[in-house]
């Protein structure tokens, strides 16, 4: 279990000292998080007993005026992204949108401008808001880690201009992201891949070797942060079965995001470790019972009556197949412990042999939990449930039908066979919903495209519409107090509008 | 090669503003480095104006250190490169994650005590007028400044001693110099956890590219032409090189506490500011001073001191940590062959390549992997330096088999006593934050030879002179007489 604080003493974080900002909050409780990050109260030369409390209770109230940003490594996609850059721990809560953390190394890459500004855009605020009630009307709150409130400020004067947060080609703005901008509030505990990663490369074993028990007990409490974890439990098998576990309620949670027409943009290489979809900025409210996919601007032209894939829409960009890249950054991810522990079991560590054991115990009850046959390491497995997927939800022609499984096979070959496919080649229809912009940049068709035999029933895309159309409400929206109380009503309006299955 | 800016493309950087300090220069030519960190200057929120001036910039190094991470310490906490030099004591950099751990504190103050910049001096100008300036990355000069009022009081930043601060350390504050063409292993291995490979983004070249510059940063190194065998040979040759070099630090009696992560890739040692005086031609050792009564005759490792404090053992620390450097690489390229990305045949066949060749140059009889050899080895380094009494030889080599049994061998820590006697030598103070007795012991049965000891009276006593200074200019005045005065007195001399 992960206890309320239980990030202040965890190895990836990294404590940052805040100071009160200027943003409102739109539920009351959230006013305790109008804070930004304050790196001039790190002096270049200084003590940390400047930090350092001198009771019990400032204890308390010096953890609490920091922030604690999470280092991770995330395998194969560094991109000068160490870790939480805008976003860390505070309270209890984790919030995005709070400045430039020292782990926002990109703060000078000029091409990484639109993650180095420290800021959560406004359109980026509000979508986590719209996607966290919209799963929540649907029961399905469980697929994310939902947004719990937003802060909402006036621009910072120095993003004010768009060009230097945003590249030529990804202007203009959006109304709201040029006046405002915003802090998404979400419950702390929670953990990512990409810290027990980054604390596999980091342990510290040679005064001792209680880093071990630390890293599997993390782990373990990482995999069901909600459930008491006892002594007894913290055996091999019961920590292989949870990442099993863990990893078959994400395919479950991809299951049901398709089932109710929900994607997400960014690629899951960096999910929490139970399994829920954490970075819901750039949610696609595309609707359900088709297989369709949005283009990339710079490939796809809108119009065009046929769409080649990976060229103009990439294979994560088709409805559904997200679950590809998770699967992907959990093949990396196991991949990883497995062959890093078994680095540290075969070097000169003063292991005892119970610790030895228990390397050699763990690294034989992931084969067991996670056989050649599973969905993780199983592209037959993988394009099977994908398809069984479609079958379940949409009415298909034939020929659709084989052109689609078709794009699967080819999708899983690419990404979880390394083989480099072909094109494939598919006619598109433009399906018929007034989307709203894909996030704060402009990247993508504002258009969604059906794989031609694949239409959906109008009748189905109404809930789709209708989270569009708040999305593209608020986007237009410029006024802080304005933004406060459209937000609010945007979230009642949502419960009440789709309390029932799509 | 490393060039001059080499560092600024390094996958493993950070950098920080910097803004103009209140130091001053012991050589003209570097008052340029007269700068300190800026935190305040990165705004919470910012946009992207223009690009940054990288001469105005500092660039401190992302490092790993597979198993041996130190909580909050991220790389270079307190250092990094600067238009070509690398820079020491220039105040907290974002990899200063433990900027608030009072556990931590002698190394979260983004200070250099001033003892720590004249030992790097001392001892630099020692290698260089031995004529081996080329074992070490010496420090060029020394910035001094007052200390910074927030440190005035030692106990802010230093651990407990039984000793008081040194006089300089109350006073004065220093950055030192180097050479910016160097590279860790633990920047390597950080690149290698951190791979951009998802994007068809080349990082793999780049990787070996990085790997074999770090290996040869004098030397071009054609990319076009590289191939696994001539890196696994390069890495080889590295660690023979550096094995090499810390023979020649036992002959020349010069000591260091912690080899882990303090030598550069290609093999020269480069945190210079916890020296050991100790002399040569002796088995001893600088002992733990919390658990050790003044006046014992007997040390107990690992109790009142690590194997690896023994003068001529800590080869096997580097050892040590080079097996687990290898043992990580082939791993991590072996897990690359098989993983998901879209590597190319060329590409796996490349790291396949790499992972074998290693294997071949170094094959388990080499002493990186062969406790026995390293044993002989260094056995036959105490036998040309050492006079031993007969009698004692077997408990010395006993010693040496222990160390690398515990170190090298997966041992578990049993401790081991031998009798130590006192060593005629008035020592400075092992640094700013001693843990270490005042004295050098020589394991019974070593003899010491008083003539051979000179050379390191004369350092420790100009180390001494320097700890006693207050004044920012008489510092200043004394680490240039004290330069100028090893370049006579230990240049001419015969090796000790």
């Not at chain 2, 160390?403 to 020592?427: N, Q, S």
Request: proline share 5%.
């Amino acid at each position: 279990m992960l206890e309320s604080r239980w990030y202040e003493d965890a190895p990836w974080s990294f404590a940052v000292p805040l100071r009160p900002s200027r943003f409102v909050a739109i539920r009351p409780a959230d006013a305790e998080h109008d804070v930004e990050v304050d790196l001039a109260a790190i002096a270049p030369f200084g003590s940390p007993a400047s930090a350092r409390p001198k009771t019990r209770g400032d204890a308390r109230a010096g953890r609490d005026a920091l922030l604690y940003s999470d280092y991770r490594s995330v395998m194969g996609f560094y991109l000068c992204r160490v870790g939480a850059g805008r976003s860390g721990y505070h309270r209890g809560a984790y919030l995005k949108g709070i400045g430039r953390t020292p782990l926002a190394f990109n703060w000078a890459h000029d091409d990484d401008r639109f993650f180095a500004t420290g800021h959560l855009p406004a359109s980026g605020g509000v979508r986590e808001i719209v996607v966290s009630r919209y799963l929540e009307a649907k029961g399905a709150s469980r697929v994310v880690n939902p947004c719990r409130g937003l802060l909402i400020a006036e621009l910072a004067g120095e993003l004010r201009d768009p060009s230097s947060w945003l590249r030529r080609s990804e202007l203009p703005a959006l109304p709201c992201d040029r006046a405002l901008q915003t802090i998404a509030v979400k419950d702390g505990r929670f953990a990512r891949f990409s810290n027990v990663v980054w604390h596999l490369n980091h342990l510290s074993l040679f005064k001792g070797e209680t880093d071990l028990i630390r890293f599997f007990t993390l782990l373990a409490d990482g995999l069901r942060p909600r459930d008491a974890i006892d002594d007894d439990s913290l055996v091999p098998s019961a920590i292989a079965r949870s990442l099993a576990a863990a990893i078959e309620c994400a395919v479950d949670g991809y299951r049901e995001l398709h089932r109710l027409g929900v994607s997400f943009l960014s690629v899951q290489t960096d999910p929490a470790m139970d399994g829920r979809y954490q970075d819901i900025d750039v949610p696609v409210f595309h609707g359900p019972g088709y297989v369709g996919a949005f283009g990339k601007l710079e490939s796809f032209t809108p119009g065009s009556a046929s769409a080649r894939l990976p060229h103009d829409m990439t294979y994560s960009a088709v409805f559904g197949f997200g679950v590809i890249d998770y699967l992907h950054a959990m093949r990396l991810f196991v991949r990883y412990l497995r062959s890093t522990l078994a680095v540290y079991r075969a070097s000169e560590f003063t292991f005892s042999d119970p610790e030895r054991g228990f390397i050699d115990g763990f690294l034989r009850a992931i084969d067991e939990a996670l056989p050649p046959d599973h969905l993780l390491w199983s592209g037959a497995a993988c394009a099977a449930t994908l398809k069984a997927w479609i079958d379940a939800e949409h009415a298909v022609t034939a020929r659709c039908r084989a052109a689609v499984f078709g794009l699967v096979d080819a999708a899983v070959a690419s990404r979880l066979d390394a083989t480099s496919s072909e094109h494939v080649e598919l006619p598109v229809d433009e399906v018929p919903l007034a989307a709203a912009r894909i996030g704060a940049r402009v990247k993508f068709t504002d258009a969604f495209y059906a794989i031609a035999g694949s239409a959906p029933r109008p009748e189905r895309l109404d809930e789709a519409r209708f989270l569009n159309e708040i999305v593209r409400g608020l986007d237009a929206v410029t006024d802080r107090d304005e933004m406060c109380a459209r937000v609010a009503e945007a979230e009642a309006s949502i419960l009440r509008h789709c309390g029932a299955a799509p | 090669m490393l060039v001059d800016r080499w560092y600024v493309n390094a996958p493993w950087i950070v950098a920080s503003p910097l803004k103009p300090s209140r130091f001053v220069a012991q050589r003209a030519e570097h008052a340029k480095f007269n700068v300190q960190t800026d935190p305040a200057a990165i705004a919470a929120f910012g946009g992207m104006r223009e690009r940054a001036d990288l001469d105005a910039l500092l660039f401190s190094d992302l490092q790993t250190q597979t198993g041996f991470h130190e909580y909050g310490r991220l790389g270079s906490g307190r250092t990094g490169y600067y238009r070509g030099a690398y820079l020491k004591g220039i105040g907290r950099t974002p990899l200063a994650a433990n900027w608030w751990r009072f556990g931590d504190r002698f190394h979260a103050t983004g200070h250099l005590s001033a003892s720590g910049g004249a030992r790097e001096l001392i001892v630099s100008r020692y290698f260089i007028a031995k004529g081996k300036g080329d074992l070490i990355n010496p420090c060029q000069g020394l910035l001094v400044a007052e200390l910074e009022p927030e440190l005035k009081d030692a106990r802010t930043w230093r651990r407990w001693s039984p000793d008081e601060c040194l006089p300089c350390d109350l006073a004065l504050q220093s950055i030192s110099v180097k050479e910016g063409r160097f590279a860790r292993f633990s920047n390597v291995t950080w690149h290698l956890n951190h791979l951009s490979i998802a994007k068809d983004e080349n990082d793999l070249i780049r990787f070996f590219r990085l790997l074999m510059n770090g290996l040869l940063p004098f030397e071009p190194v054609d990319v076009d032409t590289l191939v696994p065998s001539r890196i696994a040979r390069t890495v080889k040759e590295t660690v023979e090189r550096t094995i090499g070099h810390y023979r020649e630090y036992f002959r020349l009696g010069i000591n260091w506490l912690m080899p882990y992560n303090n030598f550069t890739m290609d093999g020269r040692f480069c945190d210079l500011d916890v020296p050991l005086f100790s002399g040569p031609g002796y088995v001893g050792a600088a002992i733990n001073v919390e658990q050790w009564p003044a006046g014992s005759t007997e040390a107990r490792a690992p109790d009142n001191l690590d194997f690896g404090s023994i003068f001529g053992l800590n080869v096997i620390a580097y050892l040590h940590q080079m097996r687990i450097v290898l043992r990580g690489l082939a791993a991590a390229l072996d897990g690359l062959v098989d993983a998901d990305f879209h590597t190319s045949d060329v590409e796996r066949d490349f790291m396949a390549g790499v992972v074998g060749a290693l294997a071949e140059a170094m094959p388990k009889e080499h002493v990186l992997w062969s406790g026995e050899a390293c044993a002989a080895m260094v056995k036959g380094w105490i036998d040309e330096e050492c006079e031993i009494d007969a009698a004692r030889r077997p408990a010395i080599d006993a010693l040496v088999d222990h160390a690398i049994a515990l170190r090298l061998d997966h041992a578990t820590m049993i401790g081991k006593t031998f009798g130590v006697e006192k060593v005629d030598l008035r020592c400075a103070r092992a640094g700013a934050s001693p843990n270490l007795t005042p004295s050098f012991y020589a394991v019974r049965g070593s003899r010491v030879r008083k003539d051979r000891l000179e050379e390191a009276q004369f350092l420790n006593d100009r180390v001494a002179e320097l700890d006693a200074i207050t004044d920012r200019d008489a510092f200043l005045a004394k680490c240039a007489d004290a330069v100028a005065q090893i370049d006579r007195y230990c240049a001419g001399r015969a090796a000790p």
